[in-house]
């Protein structure tokens, strides 16, 4: 046991790891590449570590085409906030994406301080908004929403992606918790969800998977990784930092990740892990 204590709390939670997962699309729609989505979830730090400067460093080297941020950046009081503002902006700024960069706020995130985070950066915040964006010869529709996905705004921008626009472009719902797919139809016309907030876990069992995940979604979706729920397509990242304040800074058979998801081809949906 004091093994396990020292491996979960001091060389796990550091030991950032690449994920990557394949999803394909209707043929019609898949574009004659497919398009490569970086995701940056749940930084959840209280100060900026060469940790944090790798996991940025690993996804600007991927050279992604889109760049997603499904929230929870900075994680601290007043005071460790004032000394990391400039820090964590440099560390931000350094994220640019052909189709773009994009967030929306998690739990963790104060909005002032989110918006002031990101002010000057390449970064845009999508708080209930859709947005449209070119990559290689597609059309991106991006919907970002707010963390309490059954808001009448956040159902809003759900509704116009599932049912409004061209049937031509890949559609992406953004949200911090993965129980946005749960506001979903059976198999809708969003070809992908993408989320955060449970860092897998944080700790998985054998067998088991997480015993606590904070989620409504089944535990093996909320474990992270590439799912299907009643035919919608999500992935949840399992993070790059880890719950804070009151809860123990551990990770056991659950480690940090950066992201690489590859949207279009002919492969089936699966997740190398």
Do not use: K, W
Not at 143 to 166: P, T
Not at 176 to 186: F, T
Request: a negative charge.
């Amino acid at each position: 046991l004091p093994l396990v204590g020292v491996y979960a709390s001091c060389i796990e939670p550091h030991r950032l790891v690449s994920e990557s997962a394949h999803l394909t699309i209707a043929a019609d729609r898949a574009g004659e590449a497919p398009i490569v989505v970086g995701v940056l979830a749940d930084l959840q730090t209280d100060r900026v570590t060469d940790h944090e400067r790798e996991a940025v460093d690993r996804l600007i080297a991927a050279s992604p085409d889109i760049i997603l941020i499904p929230g929870d950046i900075f994680q601290g009081t007043t005071t460790e906030y004032a000394r990391e503002r400039d820090a964590m902006r440099a560390l931000l700024a350094r994220l640019q994406a052909p189709g773009g960069v994009f967030v929306v706020s998690g739990n963790c995130d104060s909005p002032t301080n989110l918006r002031e985070m990101i002010a000057g950066t390449a970064i845009r915040l999508l708080d209930n908004e859709i947005v449209r964006v070119a990559v290689r010869d597609r059309i991106v529709t991006l919907g970002g929403i707010e963390l309490d996905y059954r808001s009448a705004a956040a159902q809003s921008v759900i509704d116009r992606l599932q049912r409004g626009g061209d049937d031509a472009d890949i559609r992406i719902l953004v949200g911090h918790l993965p129980d946005s797919v749960l506001a979903l139809e059976d198999g809708s016309r969003i070809d992908l969800v993408v989320a955060g907030h449970t860092h897998g876990g944080q700790v998985q069992l054998p067998l088991l998977g997480p015993p606590i995940t904070l989620s409504n979604v089944p535990r093996r979706v909320a474990a992270g990784g590439l799912h299907d729920h009643r035919g919608n397509a999500i992935y949840v990242s399992r993070g790059v930092g880890m719950e804070r304040h009151y809860a123990p800074r551990i990770r056991f058979l659950c480690p940090p990740e950066i992201s690489l998801l590859t949207v279009g081809g002919s492969r089936p949906a699966e997740t190398n892990t």
